[in-house]
């Protein structure tokens, strides 16, 4: 599978690929980063939002 | 029986659909619902909620970002439950083969339609994004998780 990348379409079997999850209060993100050999040559990112937004925060206290 | 004082919860929910004009209001051009919009922005912009409409400074840039944002899909009617009008976007805010060297950590909701006007921000870890993809999921569309709540 060819894969878009920073230094155009690469194989995905010569990528090597890191996911990073971090945990905000209200969102999880899933960072994937692809690199070719010590270049990062994409990142993705996905930020999921577990909670929205009170209009009156305090009434739901 | 007894009476109890309370914001009607009908009220809520008609205020997310535009029902209610307490103040002057604008002139509609119809019945239909207004395009709301999503834009990100840089880690060094300062909105939050003295935010009142879309505005170009701070805002991301970069390869395959247009200014002004993405259409955001909107399926979903505000609704209710337990005493609280909700709504969220029925679908994910993506933008794809994207570029975004600068770190951003804001997205802001705002009412194209409207003049675009502002309607919430949301703040996440700050991002870069290189060649790639860019996505924000939506919470679960109920009064406990739902994008914007009125309580």
Redesign the interface.
């Known amino acids: 599978m060819l894969v878009?990348?920073?230094k155009g379409l690469i194989e995905r079997d010569q990528l090597i690929i890191k996911d990073i999850v971090?945990e905000?209060d209200?969102?999880r993100?899933t960072?994937?980063e692809?690199y070719l050999g010590d270049e990062?040559?994409?990142?993705?990112?996905?930020?999921?939002?577990?909670?929205?937004?009170?209009?009156?925060?305090e009434?739901?206290m | 029986m007894a009476n109890s004082q309370a914001i009607c919860t009908s009220f809520k929910q008609e205020i997310l659909c535009g029902i209610h004009a307490i103040g002057t209001t604008v002139v509609r051009a119809g019945t239909t619902k207004d395009t709301i919009k999503a834009a990100l922005y840089l880690a060094s912009a300062s909105l939050g909620a003295g935010t009142t409409a879309y505005s170009g400074t701070g805002e991301v840039s970069g390869a395959n970002y247009s200014a002004g944002g993405a259409t955001v899909t909107n399926a979903n009617e505000p609704a209710t439950a337990a005493g609280i009008a909700y709504w969220t976007p029925s679908a994910s805010v993506s933008w794809s083969n994207v570029t975004l060297g600068t770190a951003f950590d804001a997205v802001l909701f705002y009412n194209s339609t409207q003049s675009d006007k502002a309607i919430a921000v949301f703040t996440f870890g700050s991002q870069t994004v290189t060649s790639g993809n860019f996505s924000l999921t939506m919470p679960t569309n109920d009064e406990t998780t739902g994008l914007i709540r009125l309580n």
């Not at chain 1, 990062?40 to 925060?57: I, Y």
């Open positions: 878009q990348t920073t971090s905000e209200n969102s993100i960072a994937t692809w990062l040559v994409r990142r993705d990112v996905n930020v999921n939002v577990l909670r929205g937004l009170d209009l009156f925060p009434a739901s």
